[in-house]
């Protein structure tokens, strides 16, 4: 099992894997790459598709102002694969149940509207199908006026 990064403002989440430096990107694509996806059906073997996603996308927006980052778990396990879109000042989605294979097209279209947007939320009628039926969650950004809780 892959160690989970401990350093602060660490971004490689996973030790020895390949990480984008999100500090330069406007927009952030979390994937699991922990997700477990049965294979024909069977409740033996699985596949790990979020590793093979991670990179196809990373050559899909190489030069761009996207940050492709692989984490250890979304902890959407029953809904393979998972990815989570977050950029600062906009809405964060969590999207599972994408086939990379099949929706790849969908998760770049998804990705460019997200980063179009001007607070993270893609009008539904411009949402891929992968997009619609995927949304796990949507979460609020955290406002910048934020005060600290008296204990």
């Known amino acids: 099992m ?3 990064g401990t350093q602060a403002g660490d971004l490689n989440f996973i030790a020895g894997r390949e990480a984008t430096d999100m500090t330069k990107s406007a927009v ?21 598709p979020g590793a093979d996603l991670a990179s196809v996308l990373r050559q899909k927006f190489h030069g761009s102002d996207v940050a492709i980052a692989e984490v250890d778990c979304l902890a959407v396990c029953t809904r393979p694969c998972t990815l989570a879109l977050s950029a600062e000042n ?7 149940d994408l086939e990379p294979e099949s929706h790849l097209d969908e998760i770049v279209a998804t990705v460019k509207s997200f ?10 009628r411009e949402r891929p199908s992968s997009f619609r039926k995927g949304v796990v969650a949507r ?13």
């Open 115 to 124: 980063a179009a947007s001007e607070n993270g939320i893609v009008a539904w």
């Open 90 to 96: 906009k809405w964060t989605y969590l999207i599972g």
């Open 139 to 151: 979460v609020p950004p955290r406002p910048s006026n934020l005060e600290p809780v008296e204990p």
């Open 28 to 48: 952030t694509v979390f994937i699991c790459v922990s997700c477990r996806r049965p294979v024909d059906g069977g409740d033996e073997a699985f596949d790990r």
């Open 2 to 4: 892959a160690e989970a």
